[in-house]
């Protein structure tokens, strides 16, 4: 399992650092772009719109609804996991709960991603930064899905890892409120 989750975490590195070119020209096109983003960002100072705030926080709480759920099983399942209990058994507790929270993660980070091409500046850089520990915290929850659909039991240091994820992805959440709720 853990070879899973350095994988999985690998090829999420491996994803942000593709796409750069050392040459000036690649480097002048990112250079313009970053700057045409910044200045051209949603609302006053890079903030998101009325509009776009209101449609990100709705997309917010529907991934937290899911989230919150989600957690609830992996809390208990991981007791499940500690005690002695059947390969069939604890992939019964999961149930579909990790495919559920990968659905909305994926879901909250395509609309982080819309919302950042929206802002600038502070606004922009938080949502950035939330997107990246959500794409930690899904490809953990998958990895964890994908142990137990393989019919192996995760340990409790993976769904512990998970929440640790969960609490990153939460933390770098609380950024985008004072940097993109409109004036």
Known sequence: ???????????????????????SDS????????S??????????GKLSAADWSAL?????????????????FKKCRVKVSGSYSNAEIASCFGSSTTSVVGAGQTLNADLATAQKEAGGA?????????????LYISSVNALGLTVKQGQIPTTDDIDSTT???????????????????A
Do not use: Y
Request: charged content about 10%; overall charge positive; aromatic content about 2%.
């Open 27 to 34: 480097t002048t096109t990112s250079t313009t772009t970053e």
């Open 123 to 135: 606004c922009a850089a938080a949502l950035g930064a939330a997107q990246g520990k959500v794409t």
């Open 57 to 73: 926080q709705a997309d917010i709480a529907q991934a937290k609804t899911v989230n919150q759920q989600g957690i609830a099983t």
């Open 36 to 45: 045409t983003t910044t200045s051209s960002g949603g609302g006053a100072g």
């Open 164 to 182: 640790k994820q969960l609490a990153n992805a939460q933390a770098a959440g609380k950024a985008i409120a004072p940097a993109c709720a409109p």
């Open 1 to 23: 399992m853990r070879l899973l989750a350095v994988l999985a975490f690998a090829l999420v590195l491996g994803v942000t650092a593709c796409g750069g070119s050392s040459s």
